[in-house]
């Protein structure tokens, strides 16, 4: 079996994120932050830990402004159902997940002013339409650092200078790019930086977190529920400091202990090799298709300007026949439709039918990537 869908969740994980959730289960299992005693102390130190790691990878001055969430989708909507009301004007580009488009038609129906920024062909932002959309009633931009579709990279420290010199919050969806592309919030200018953890930070499902940079008033950013934190038991008011005012409830300790061996793995191994060893993957597999008659695949040429992620169509057949073929005939994994993503798709001029997926991550091998070639070149003559 060969897995190339780590755009959706990476696999496999490195053999410590398992180890740590076994031993949080073993030998800790309490409850963080809602008792004294030492096994409640060691699971809240366990979430601290984590905390650390990732404002290490994100170059974060005070770690309590990481707040951790399920995932980047409930991060995204913390942020913008948080911040923005009505008579307020939201910026963004026409390669977002759902996970920001739906919250953002959900929030136009309430009054909110929605501007989208067509990209190219190949999914490429254009900084310079993103400044001349700017309103003087303009809140936030919002957009991804790299689509879950092409790979496309967006210029999102170009994009972070014209809304700092705007006085406008930069919200940045890094789900494709936590743990795989270097995030700096201080150099890049990032306001709000939504992240998953079960993506490039190796971590399990149902874990994710929002950085709530410096530039943000937290009186200003409404939590998306209120309940027990732990912390100010006397008072029947949701705690009014970071990060309790965000995470109400029984925390996902063990997940959170799993991601912290993940961030842990990200920076031993260092995020710029990561990269580079992904970018080598890539590159191979965008040369070999290229040989290939009657391929088309989207995004840029520039390997520089783009992820470990390729979507293509072969001529004469659906993405999904494509990608069961893939599957019977080589247990390649992978992809198919539109991933959740129709604005992008609409793009790249692939809409509805959408596209194959191949999405390459740090546990695939050159030959791995020379058989999904060798499969999709017998797929493709075979149609011909």
């Given at each position: 079996m060969i897995y190339f869908d780590n755009a959706a969740t990476s696999w496999p994980k490195p053999p410590e994120v398992k180890e740590a959730m076994v031993r949080f289960m073993d030998e800790i299992g309490a409850n963080p932050g809602r008792s004294g005693h030492l096994l409640s102390i060691e699971a809240a130190r366990i979430i601290y830990d984590a905390r650390e790691a990732l404002s290490n990878l994100f170059n974060v001055k005070d770690p309590s402004r990481i707040v951790f969430t399920l995932n980047a989708t409930e991060s995204v909507n913390l942020a913008l159902k948080g911040i923005?009301?009505?008579?307020?004007?939201?910026?963004?580009?026409s390669m977002e997940h759902n996970s920001v488009m739906r919250p953002l038609r959900d929030l136009e129906k309430r009054g909110i002013g929605l501007t989208v920024i067509p990209c190219s062909p190949t999914g490429e932002l254009d900084p310079g339409d993103v400044k001349k959309k700017i309103q003087s009633h303009t809140k936030m931009i919002v957009i991804n650092h790299a689509?879950?579709?092409?790979?496309?990279?967006?210029?999102?420290?170009?994009?972070?200078?014209?809304?700092?010199e705007n006085g406008i919050l930069f919200l940045v969806d890094a789900a494709q790019t936590a743990g795989a592309y270097p995030i700096d919030i201080e150099g890049d200018r990032i306001d709000l930086l939504a992240f998953t953890g079960h993506k490039s930070l190796y971590g399990p499902q149902g874990t994710g977190g929002l950085v709530i940079g410096e530039n943000v008033n937290i009186q200003d950013l409404t939590p998306l529920k209120h309940g027990g934190t732990g912390s100010r038991s006397e008072f029947e008011l949701q705690p009014d400091f970071l990060p309790d005012r965000y995470e109400s409830g029984t925390p996902n300790a063990v997940g959170i202990a799993g991601l912290l061996a993940g961030v842990q793995f990200v920076l031993k191994k260092r995020t710029e090799p990561i990269r580079q060893y992904e970018t080598l993957l890539i590159g191979n597999l965008i040369e070999g298709l290229r040989e290939i008659p009657?391929?088309?695949?989207?995004?840029?040429?520039?390997?520089t300007d783009r992820m470990a992620t390729l979507s293509f169509n072969i001529k004469n057949l659906s993405p999904s026949e494509v990608a069961f073929r893939l599957e019977n005939e080589a247990g390649i994994l992978c992809r198919p439709g539109l991933h959740c993503a129709p604005s992008a798709h609409k793009t790249i001029r692939t809409f509805p039918e959408g596209t194959v997926r191949l999405s390459l991550g740090y546990f695939n091998t050159l030959e791995e990537v020379h058989l999904a070639i060798k499969t999709i070149d017998r797929i493709a003559r075979s149609n011909s």
């Open positions: 923005l009301r009505p008579g307020d004007h939201i910026i963004t580009s689509s879950n579709v092409t790979g496309t990279l967006l210029p999102i420290r170009e994009v972070g200078e014209s809304a700092r009657g391929i088309s695949f989207y995004g840029p040429e520039n390997l």
